[in-house]
C-alpha cells in the first residue's frame, strides 16, 4: 500500500533551466496540496487540485509557477526559469473526496537546490 | 492573514517531559493541529484541535484554547527517536488550508 510518491527526491537546476516536480496520490486519492517548505521557514500552501481542475492556487507566485493534476497520471509542479530562492523542499499531500484533507498524508518531498 | 509563533529550539533528557508551545493570530479559525517532521522526512499528523481543552493520545497530548489563541504539544516520557521538528498549523475557514508555524526543533539527550 504505498503511500504519496514523490519523485525526485533531490533535484538540482543551473539557474533558468526548468524543474519538474512529480506526485503520484495515494490509491484512490483524487485530491492534490502542494507545499513549499523554506530553510527555516514554515511549510506554505501553493496550490490544491482535483483531477484536471486547479481549486485553489492562492499561494502559487504569479509568474513561473504552474500545477497540473491530469485525468491520467501524476500531479506536475512546473517551476520555469528558476531562480536560487525557489531552492526549497516541496512536499506534496492528497485525500480522498469525503476525508478529512488535513488528515492527509504527505509524501517525502522533492529537495530542489537551485545552483 | 495568519501569524504562527513557536519556540526554535528545545532541548530535554529522555524519560523527561516537553511542552512546546504555540501561539497564532489568525482571521478565521478552523482547527489547529500539530505534526512531526524527522529531518529530510515528511511531515506526520499527529494531532488535531478543534473545541478547547486536552486530546491525549499515548505519550503525547495537545491542548487548545481559542480565546487565548494558545495551544500546546505535551510529550511525556521523551525517547531517543522523537528528537525531530513538532510543527504547530492552523487550519482557516477552508477545509484544506494550513498556515504552519517555523517548527520547533526538539533534541532528545541521553
Known amino acids: 500500500n504505498a503511500g504519496v510518491m514523490q519523485n525526485p527526491r533531490h533535484l538540482v537546476r543551473r539557474r533558468g533551466q526548468e524543474a519538474r516536480l512529480r506526485c503520484s496520490p495515494m490509491?484512490?486519492?483524487?485530491?492534490v496540496y502542494w507545499y513549499r517548505q523554506l530553510p527555516e521557514e514554515g511549510l506554505k500552501f501553493m496550490v490544491y487540485l482535483q483531477k484536471e481542475n486547479i481549486i485553489d492556487e492562492s499561494g502559487m507566485p504569479k509568474e513561473r509557477f504552474s500545477a497540473e493534476f491530469p485525468k491520467e497520471g501524476p500531479s506536475i509542479l512546473r517551476i520555469q526559469q528558476v531562480v536560487r530562492g525557489d531552492s526549497a523542499a516541496y512536499f506534496c499531500?492528497?485525500?480522498?473526496?469525503?476525508?478529512?484533507?488535513?488528515?492527509?498524508?504527505f509524501g517525502q518531498g522533492t529537495r530542489l537546490t537551485v545552483v | 492573514g495568519q501569524n504562527i509563533d513557536q519556540p526554535t529550539e528545545m532541548t530535554a533528557t529522555e524519560g523527561a517531559i516537553v511542552q512546546i508551545n504555540c501561539t497564532y493570530q489568525?482571521?478565521?479559525?478552523?482547527?489547529l493541529f500539530w505534526y512531526q517532521q524527522h529531518a529530510g522526512e515528511a511531515p506526520t499528523f499527529l494531532s488535531y484541535?478543534?473545541?478547547?481543552g486536552l486530546e491525549e493520545k499515548g505519550r503525547f497530548s495537545s491542548f487548545l484554547s481559542r480565546s487565548k489563541g494558545y495551544s500546546y504539544l505535551l510529550l511525556k516520557e521523551l525517547q531517543m527517536k522523537d528528537s525531530a521538528s513538532y510543527l504547530c498549523?492552523?487550519?482557516?475557514?477552508?477545509?484544506?488550508?494550513?498556515?504552519f508555524g517555523a517548527g520547533t526543533t526538539v533534541t532528545v539527550r541521553a
Open positions: 499531500a492528497s485525500s480522498a473526496p469525503g476525508e478529512d484533507p488535513l488528515k492527509s498524508f
Open positions: 489568525t482571521s478565521g479559525f478552523n482547527g
Open positions: 490509491k484512490g486519492h483524487s485530491h
Open positions: 484541535n478543534v473545541l478547547d
Open positions: 498549523a492552523v487550519r482557516d475557514r477552508n477545509d484544506y488550508k494550513l498556515s
